[in-house]
């Protein structure tokens, strides 16, 4: 089964630091037939892109850049978001996703909130 699995949100405080895990099975998040990606959705709108790494080359959104960084743990089959110098806008649920020639997956999202 083709899954992908994320944790690691909760709550925190501004300036706080995160990490989000994707947990793949089904496929690898290191081969170069995926580009994996992160998304963050606010209530009422569209899913916006925050970050992707495809055959190691990585890209952010302006939002995010110089705070987020996107990475892979190939022995855990693994994608990472790390989530540093937060602040209540990054508030959002946040969505892995692996895109593929033939495979346009999710994960069930997870839930960042940062309030003081």
């Known amino acids: 089964q083709v899954q992908l699995v994320e944790s690691g949100g909760g709550l925190v405080q501004p300036g706080g630091s995160l990490r989000l895990s994707c947990a793949a099975s089904g496929l690898t998040v290191s081969s170069p037939l995926y580009r994996m990606s992160w998304y963050r959705q606010y209530p009422g709108k569209e899913r916006e892109l925050v970050a992707f790494?495809?055959?190691?080359?990585?890209d952010y959104a302006d939002s995010v850049k110089g705070r987020f960084a996107i990475s892979t743990d190939n022995a855990k089959n693994t994608l990472y978001l790390q989530l540093n110098s937060l602040n209540p806008n990054d508030t959002a649920v946040y969505y892995c996703k692996a895109d593929g020639r033939l495979l346009h997956l999710w994960g069930q999202g997870t839930q960042v909130t940062v309030s003081s």
């Open positions: 790494i495809s055959e190691g080359a990585t």
